[in-house]
């Protein structure tokens, strides 16, 4: 049985799987380069059909990642559109405005409208136009099953750890901004191994959507750098923190008495722009952003208390958008009531179709296997680079060099305090670069921070990078490192650095509350790049690199030769070792 798993909407995504063995998976993004891309992904599809040698008619069934699909106009609209609609009685209403030429920025009002608009226009027309992708790529006529949006979540963040036969029992959260009406779980894995959901909470009560809607009160883009109000978080003063967290947020979301596994709000989330602009003007943003914070870290660790109190169970698994948040994870992991953490890395929507993929495998008896790593994008030998430098003269514009052993030169410009972009291989899956699609640097030299801040990332001054390092010296570098309790390889948790990652690894944490967020790198994930960090080790002594996703700022990780290039090309970047190929700027 081969299927073909989508994920239609904000970051469209799709997964290739055969009889629930999950064999790839790739973002529309990382092939058109647009950031969170919701074009229908036919790009994608294309990819991955032709890294398994499949064709369309390959392909069995099709699984859809959730039963609500939009038309890619709402989104264009919903992320370009200008200026702010002030009355506008419906998101379709809403939508003519803005294409017939009265233009409205569709945040806040709108975005509200659209998560609360369903089954009917908009519903319709995106159902429509998925049916006709579908069959303008050749897919009419195969069975097509949707899944239910925190359905995939669940299923992802438990068996992409877990095999089918597995009857532990387990605890399955799942929380985002809204999906299927829903913004969070609880369920159960039973003794049979089947998931029985617990409790629900409706989108209307979204801790994901509040922290969505302050990060667009802060003046940053909803959906995207909810990351960057986590990163801010921690340099507010606990004082003044906690007094905006009393005034402004503590009263407007909380546990049910009833049911302490449900959320209840006195506002409605997709309102609470509105909320905030009437009581928070003024508000410093370091405050606001560290009381959102300390909000979501302590009604997110109550209620998996609540659920480990009336369940027993404390194996627990985590999915959904909000589980991006590390400072939040690494709560979690550090719960006494925690028995063992397992967090669905880039746990947002574009882990939906492995979820969709699990589920579907798991209704029709197919074994289901764990990932083993996440490096299932699309993948270039040293031919197709090569034929790729020769049919674009790279060799006219850089110093190209083939070498024997590239990590080994890498290394070497690693020790040299010199940046090197790193493109081998399969690519990553996911929002986080895990060494095949990294720009790569030394951690122990602040120089290394402000020269790939600056010069290539442009990213915001208060925003950390993250170190790669040996499963050898995670010990010593993370405090509270129990890989038993919790691994850590895919930067979805943090971890206070000790003394000696203060040192070594100064450029590669958070400089506000020197914690790290690392990418555990052991040996059978990734060989060639445990062997460089083997080698920069024998260099220098630090066992870790400092890995930051290799991009510009506002554009996807690159996935392709031509993305890697135009990187090189747009920003302070001198070195890109492309396979076994050194590019220089002359």
Request: aromatic share 10%; net charge negative; hydrophobic share 40%.
């Amino acid at each position: 049985m081969k299927v073909l798993s989508i994920h239609p909407g904000h970051n469209s995504t799709i997964a290739l799987a055969e009889s629930g063995m999950i064999l790839g998976i790739l973002s529309q993004e990382k092939c058109d380069n647009v950031k969170n891309s919701a074009a229908f992904p036919l790009d994608a599809i294309n990819y991955l059909l032709k890294e398994f040698s499949w064709q369309i008619s390959d392909i069995d069934e099709v699984v859809i990642a959730g039963h609500e699909v939009y038309p890619a106009r709402a989104y264009d609209y919903l992320y370009d559109a200008k200026n702010k609609i002030e009355n506008s009685s419906n998101v379709v209403g809403a939508i003519k405005k803005i294409r017939d030429g009265n233009l409205g920025r569709l945040f806040p009002k709108a975005f509200g409208m659209l998560q609360k608009y369903r089954a009917d226009e908009l519903i319709k027309e995106g159902s429509v136009e998925l049916k006709e992708q579908l069959k303008n790529i050749g897919l009419a006529n195969k069975k097509i099953t949707h899944v239910e949006h925190h359905e995939c979540h669940a299923y992802s963040a438990y068996y992409s750890f877990v095999a089918s036969d597995s009857n532990e029992p387990a605890l399955i959260f799942t929380m985002d901004g809204s999906g299927d009406e829903l913004c969070a779980t609880v369920s159960i894995v039973n003794e049979n191994g089947k998931i029985e959901r617990l409790a629900t909470t409706p989108a209307t009560a979204s801790l994901g959507g509040i922290y969505s809607n302050t990060t667009r009160f802060l003046g940053m883009k909803i959906l995207e750098h909810e990351y960057k109000v986590m990163g801010l978080a921690a340099y507010a003063k606990d004082q003044y923190m906690l007094d905006t967290y009393e005034r402004i947020f503590k009263s407007t979301i909380w546990l049910s008495e009833k049911d302490p596994l449900v959320f209840e709000s006195k506002i409605e989330s997709s309102k609470f722009y509105d909320y905030l602009a009437g009581c928070a003007v003024g508000e410093r943003f370091d405050n606001m952003a560290g009381a959102l914070q300390y909000l979501t870290e302590e009604l997110v660790v109550q209620w998996i208390k609540n659920a480990i109190q009336k369940t027993w169970i404390n194996r627990v698994f985590t999915g959904g958008g909000v589980f991006m948040n590390v400072k939040l994870n690494r709560r979690i992991q550090e719960m006494e009531e925690v028995k063992q953490a397992f967090f669905m890395p880039s746990c947002g929507d574009e882990s939906n179709p492995i979820g969709a993929i699990y589920s579907h495998a798991v209704s029709n008896n197919f074994p289901t296997k764990p990932l083993d790593n996440l490096y299932l994008g699309v993948s270039y030998t040293d031919d197709d680079i090569e034929k790729f430098l020769i049919d674009n003269k790279i060799a006219e514009t850089y110093v190209v060099t083939k070498y024997e052993d590239i990590d080994d030169k890498v290394s070497e410009l690693l020790s040299e305090q010199q940046i090197v972009a790193r493109f081998a291989k399969r690519c990553e899956w996911g929002a986080r670069s895990l060494g095949n699609r990294a720009i790569l640097a030394h951690p122990s030299h602040m120089e290394s921070f402000y020269t790939v801040n600056d010069y290539i990332k442009c990213r915001d001054f208060w925003m950390p990078f993250a170190p790669s390092m040996l499963d050898t010296a995670a010990p010593k570098y993370l405090k509270g490192y129990q890989p038993e309790k919790c691994k850590a390889p895919h930067m979805i948790t943090a971890y206070a650095a000790s003394e000696l990652a203060v040192q070594q690894l100064r450029a590669a944490l958070h400089q506000g509350d020197h914690t790290l967020r690392p990418q555990v790198v052991e040996q059978k994930a990734n060989p060639d790049y445990y062997r460089l960090i083997q080698l920069f080790e024998a260099k220098t002594g630090v066992g870790s690199v400092l890995n930051t996703s290799f991009n510009l700022h506002g554009y996807p990780l690159v996935a392709t030769p031509e993305q890697a290039i135009m990187t090189l090309e747009n920003s302070g970047l001198k070195y890109l070792a492309l396979g076994s190929f050194l590019i220089t700027k002359k």
